[in-house]
């Protein structure tokens, strides 16, 4: 039977981006004879001002495109081949559920791995019925480390992740400090506040190895090698302590760990820092001196800093600056970092009452799936592409081929990972179901609801794990049933008013307000609401103690550092599936020019762990010594089958077990022409 919905006239459905975004778009979504027709932002979340990005306006691409999985289906060909029978919903959770059963009995709970990360970034496809059903069923848990781990340890070990500067409140600064961010490509919407605090005066500073769109904007840019932020900011922290831009009053009343973090930052003289970073060492000292000098001066610091072995350290030192220099309690002042924090939501009751089983980091798949003891004999992805997104690519593809090993790939579209199942399960998108979207850059929280109905047979996470739940036999009374309790239910616990408010009007506000003053409206949320400068457990968990600068990786062999930022064209790997021009490696000319390489010339670029072969185009907005390949691709997009993540180790970094991707160093050279 057809619903209601699919025979009214065209009509405009009110709903919210919940993609891995900061902005949380509203968004106003045209449906025609129950067809999404256009996708478009609209003014409910002010920041949203009527406009989204490409990517999602093409999202309908998406839901009726080629690639969609329609229906449940069963593994026929080898593992990565990606063809399949179709079978009833029923009997592909028969065999999931059979499959679990016989892990758990011969092998423990732990033999069991859900993998899941960034997919859907909303509250009620991720950590909800999913959580229940593993922990219950006692599976490894997953340490969720592909992103913000290094930055989210430090901004916690600091502040407690206290709430950060809105992006309304940009253009009340008076310098501004883009630090591994680029909004022009990973938030768009913060862009028009950094351009109108430049017009009203305000300077900018831009800290990133390419010459982003804004970075051709700034009154500075600091092209710094991958990875060494630390000593950069650890450079301004010797200035603002040694020559008298310390902000003693503050630090005596706000703050722990100072001591020991002027003294780490001792060595760090302008010239070595910069020798270390390569930055020419009076830029680095313009920049310093900026910041000193200047009020309100606001650090958005993103997560370019944190993705290398450094990249702690690099965000604690950064982030300490406005309390080092006095820069909070003013409008415009102070730092934005990730804001998801800032709702105090927490899922502290989802298996509150399990035992601890043992705990797998993301990063390092393809090793887990190699060595594990007990060894995965299932995995469950949902919400996430890890054959494309998570390091070393080809140990985890070798993982994946194990004939041993039973793969359910829960997804929209048959991604890299979909293609290596045993059993695919279509789930639904954003506009056909129920979402709680929170923004980590805009404080928005948002209800999400269904603008058309599920395409072909796809159901939604909090359907499948619930009727999991029922047939693993560990449903329990009072469990939420099916999409819409589970919304009520996640609604019933949010703190204060959040849950009320969201029933109530679709949308809240945070307790202290859409645009804080840090140290007027919000404090540090640590346990005597003073900044931690030296956090002890992080001091003992950075292998060189916190602030402990480690060298670059690179080798006269692989002498290059390999990025892979965020790109316009997809939201990490979402949305690749969309036709798209040829995929380049970004190269310096000096770097080219010594290689013999031209522009659009095939290359090989490789290391030990593999290899990638594309283009080449060649530009100065890179810092000679860095190539960059886009974050987000599939396998299709490069003539070898391998992305980015093919050449990215599976180190982790010094804080929060996160990822290096960018601690990828490779050599490249010519390919004979095709
Ligand atoms: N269009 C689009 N938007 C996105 C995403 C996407 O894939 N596409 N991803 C979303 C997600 S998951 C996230 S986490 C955010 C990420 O948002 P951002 O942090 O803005 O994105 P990144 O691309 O990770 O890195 C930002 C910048 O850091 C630079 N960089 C690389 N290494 C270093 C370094 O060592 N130091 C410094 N200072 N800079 C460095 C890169 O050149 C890049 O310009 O964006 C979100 N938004
Ligand atoms: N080389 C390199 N790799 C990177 C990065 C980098 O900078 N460089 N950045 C990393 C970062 S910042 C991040 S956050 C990760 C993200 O890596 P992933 O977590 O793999 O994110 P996506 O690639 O967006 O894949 C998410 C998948 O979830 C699916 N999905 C969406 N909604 C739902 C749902 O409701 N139910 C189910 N079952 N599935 C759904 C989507 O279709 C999509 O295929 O990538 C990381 N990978
Ligand atoms: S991906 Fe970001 S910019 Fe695009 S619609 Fe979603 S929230 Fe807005
Ligand atoms: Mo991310």
Redesign the pocket.
């Known amino acids: 039977m057809k619903s209601a919905t699919e025979f009214a006239p065209e009509h405009t459905i009110a709903t919210v981006c919940p993609l891995?975004?900061?902005d949380s778009c509203s968004l106003a979504v045209t449906v025609q004879e129950g067809r999404v027709t256009n996708i478009d932002g609209s003014h409910a979340n002010p920041i949203t001002g009527g406009y989204i990005?490409a990517?999602v306006r093409r999202f309908g691409e998406r839901v009726y495109g080629a690639d969609r999985l329609l229906y449940p289906a069963i593994r026929k060909g080898a593992k990565g081949q990606g063809s399949f029978t179709r079978v009833t919903w029923d009997h592909a959770l028969e065999v999931i559920a059979e499959r679990m059963n016989e892990a758990r009995a011969t092998w423990g709970g732990e033999s069991i791995l859900p993998y899941s990360y960034?997919g859907s970034n909303g509250l009620l496809t991720q950590d909800t019925s999913d959580a229940t059903l593993f922990r219950r069923l006692g599976a490894s848990r997953l340490a969720r480390t592909v992103?913000?781990a290094p930055s989210g340890a430090a901004n916690l070990g600091l502040y407690g992740k206290m709430p950060s500067v809105s992006f309304e409140d940009f253009p009340e600064a008076k310098l501004i400090i883009l630090?591994?961010?680029?909004?022009s490509?990973?938030?768009i919407h913060l862009v028009p506040y950094v351009r109108e605090a430049q017009r009203k005066g305000a300077r900018l500073i831009v800290?990133?190895?390419?010459t982003?769109p804004l970075a051709k904007h700034a009154d500075v840019h600091l092209p710094?090698r991958?990875?060494t932020?630390l000593p950069v900011a650890l450079a301004i922290h010797r200035y603002l302590f040694e020559e008298g831009h310390a902000d003693t009053a503050f630090l005596a009343a706000h703050a722990r760990g100072v001591d020991q973090l002027r003294e780490r930052a001792r060595p760090w003289t302008f010239e070595r820092a910069a020798a270390e970073a390569g930055l020419d060492a009076r830029t680095l000292q313009a920049a310093a001196e900026m910041y000193a000098s200047s009020s309100p001066a606001l650090i958005r610091c993103?997560?370019?800093?944190e993705?290398?072995r450094n990249g702690g350290s690099a965000s604690a030192a950064i982030l300490a600056l406005p309390t080092v220099g006095g820069k909070f309690g003013v409008r415009g002042g102070g730092y934005m970092m990730s804001n998801s924090a800032s709702w105090g939501i927490t899922r502290t009751w989802i298996g509150s009452d399990e035992p601890d089983t043992r705990i797998v980091n993301m990063n390092q798949l393809g090793r887990a799936l190699e060595t594990s003891d007990p060894p995965i004999k299932v995995l469950f992805v949902y919400n996430n592409n890890a054959a494309a997104t998570s390091p070393d690519q080809r140990r985890i593809l070798r993982g994946l081929e194990r004939e041993d090993l039973f793969t359910v790939v829960f997804e929209q579209v048959m991604t890299d990972t979909a293609r290596y199942a045993d059993v695919v399960l279509p789930a639904t998108t954003f506009l056909e179901g129920y979402e709680i979207a929170r923004g980590y850059g805009a404080f928005s929280l948002r209800l999400g609801r269904p603008a058309i109905e599920p395409a072909g047979e796809a159901r939604s996470n909090a359907d499948v794990f619930g009727d999991l739940i029922e047939r693993m036999g560990v449903q329990r009374e009072g469990d939420p049933r099916g999409e819409l309790e589970e919304m009520l239910d996640v609604l019933n616990r949010l703190p204060g008013s959040v849950g009320s408010d969201l029933g109530e009007t679709g949308a809240a506000v945070p307790p202290y307000g859409g645009r804080p003053v840090q140290f007027q409206d919000v404090w540090p949320l640590t346990t005597d609401s003073k900044v931690d400068l030296c956090p002890a457990h992080l001091d003992r968990e950075a292998p060189l103690g916190l602030y402990g600068y480690q060298e670059d990786p690179a080798t006269p062999e692989f002498p290059l550092a390999l990025?892979s930022?965020?790109?316009?064209r997809?939201?990490?790997s979402t949305l690749a599936e969309l036709p798209r021009p040829d995929v380049h490696l970004l190269m310096h000319p000096d770097d080219a020019a010594v290689r013999g390489l031209e522009e659009g010339n095939p290359v090989r670029i490789f290391n030990a762990l593999g290899e990638v072969r594309c283009r080449v185009s060649i530009g100065a907005w890179i810092r000679v010594g860095t190539v960059s390949l886009p974050?987000?691709l599939w396998r299709r997009h490069t003539t070898n089958g391998y992305t980015a993540n093919a050449l990215s180790p599976d180190t982790l970094s010094d804080l929060g077990g996160g990822a290096c991707f960018?601690d990828a160093r490779v050599q490249v050279e010519r390919m004979p022409d095709a």
Request: proline letters at 12%; hydrophobic letters at 25%; a neutral charge.
């Open positions: 891995d975004c900061p990005c990517k960034g992103c913000a630090w591994g961010v680029n909004p490509a990973s938030g800290i990133d190895p390419r982003t710094v991958p990875g932020d993103g997560w370019g800093q993705r290398n990025i930022p965020a790109s316009e997809t939201i990490s974050k987000g960018n």
